[in-house]
DNA sequence: ATGTCTTTGTGAACGCGTGCACAAAGATTG
DNA sequence: CAATCTTTGTGCACGCGTTCACAAAGACAT
């Protein structure tokens, strides 16, 4: 179902498997949460029903990183969080500029998530001269023109774009010739970059395209399953066995407010 | 250029595999932008080239919705527009309600993206009495208490959450419980639901996380090499073969304004 | 009609990811 | 110290998805 689609190929990274690194962070929320109710101890199958993944591919997951867990025991919470936030890189500071500061633009740099593991928001920049100078988040928005200085002063590697989709692959252009190396697009274009450099991209459009093709489906076996069996009783079936997400491949939601392209 | 018309609607629908699906959005957005410019058709080399992925890939995809193209010539633009949208349940009406009117809230109600594609915003809803009344995107803010109702006299199916992640289980629960049957995400929260029920997540966070992680290890790997080649001139290797991102999985951004759970 | 050229559609091989099932490791109890 | 019990770590098999490579199909030229 969900998203998270690795996107190159090849690059292994160093052994560790590019499903199992989309799945870090999710184990790491979970380890997090009960770090912080000071839960000393945890097995996996207990944080794998946390994180909704088969408790299997969780310790598989862990054995990339190294025997970390206790046999008979379970994996220690807060030796887990430290191995883990240090395999993501998240014991180092990342700043981060947000290019396009519309409805969504603002939005993510509000979002609090942002600051709690290790992302800062270094900058925010906007296209429209009159958003210049004024503050968004308690940060003030800097011009297009500034970009380049932004990402050589700050050292930013990491830039995410929020512009609408007629000006996101320009953008991404600036963003990696001033020497950001990962971008996180959520305009809905397909972006071209320079080999070396990683792009993710959440597209809401996409999303909603996947999530309606499974809606016609099950309309569809719905009327012929009611064709078959008659008039059965309440077909509205009021949940019954508890199924869990899983992480699935990749994309997600999308641009901004003014968006170019159509679908 | 002719285009010998021989498809045969081979209803085949049943066996589309799930990367292939996650893919079709894509195919639809080239299509589109390949109409507006009225191209009459596509070699699947140029369309793959305008998707971003492999043109074999894209014909293998193709082929599972029936053999809609023209050997010699390429596949009709407006025929394959047709067929993908109605392949994906997009020549239908589907009404979207969203819930948690914060920041993201407010970006995703005036995404445009949204009415482009059969997606129509049929309600927002807060759980913020302040809220309530409230134009957001030219549509009233409504109450929580409201939701069972909205979604039945609307017949919504299709169901946004980008409240913070702890009310997220919460409405979650009641919205399928008022008989919506697909869920978009934003809370970064494991969503628990009952068979039946497609749950598709975006989660800014956890992108923003695995881009760190690769970062991380570029910046090893360079530190690495710098060590074994001495001092080689231009390190900052700037653009050369163009590479482009694929579909990847699954995730993607995150949650709201003030979000409970840290990571 | 025949031949050439382009492009599709797909058979087959390969690699990655998942999940089962179990042996090994360690804790715990007596 | 020995027996028992719990939980990890992983070998193995299976299935999905990707990619190559090519025969077949059709357009186009002569």
């Known amino acids: ?3 998270g ?35 000393p101890t945890v097995s996996s199958e207990e944080l794998a029903a946390a994180a909704g993944v088969n408790s299997a591919k969780l310790r598989k997951d862990f054995s990339y990183l190294g025997s970390y867990g ?30 396009g500061i519309g ?22 920049i906007d296209a429209d001269p009159a958003m210049a100078g004024k503050p968004v988040a308690g940060i003030p928005v800097q011009h297009t023109d500034e970009l380049e200085a932004i990402i050589r002063d700050n050292g930013v590697s990491i830039g995410v774009i929020a512009t609408p989709a007629g000006a996101a692959q320009q953008v991404c252009d600036r963003l990696v010739a001033a020497g950001v190396t990962s971008i996180l697009n959520f305009a809905p274009t397909v972006l071209t ?6 792009v993710r991209k959440v597209d809401l459009s996409i999303e909603l395209q996947i999530l309606a093709f499974h809606e016609q489906r099950k309309a569809g076996e719905e009327a012929a399953a009611e064709v078959t069996t008659s008039q ?27 968006a170019v392209m159509p679908a």
Chains 1, 2 share one sequence.
């Open 5 to 39: 689609r690795t996107h190159r190929p090849a690059t292994r990274s160093r052994g560790i498997p590019e499903a199992t690194v989309a799945r870090l962070p999710l184990y790491l929320r979970a380890l997090t949460a009960l770090s912080e109710r000071s839960v």
């Open 193 to 198: 970059v320079p080999d070396g450099v990683d």
């Open 103 to 124: 409805n969504l633009g603002a939005a993510l740099a509000n979002y609090g998530g942002f600051a709690s593991r290790g992302f800062r928001v270094a900058a925010l």
């Open 70 to 99: 206790t046999r008979g025991v379970g994996y220690d919470v807060e030796y887990l969080v430290y191995q883990i936030s240090r395999e993501l890189g998240l014991t180092q500071d990342w700043p981060v500029v947000i290019v």
């Open 1 to 3: 179902m969900a998203t």
């Open 232 to 258: 059965a009783a309440g077909t509205t079936n009021t949940a019954v066995a508890a199924k869990r997400e899983d992480s699935a491949t990749d994309q997600g939601p999308d641009g901004d407010v003014p």
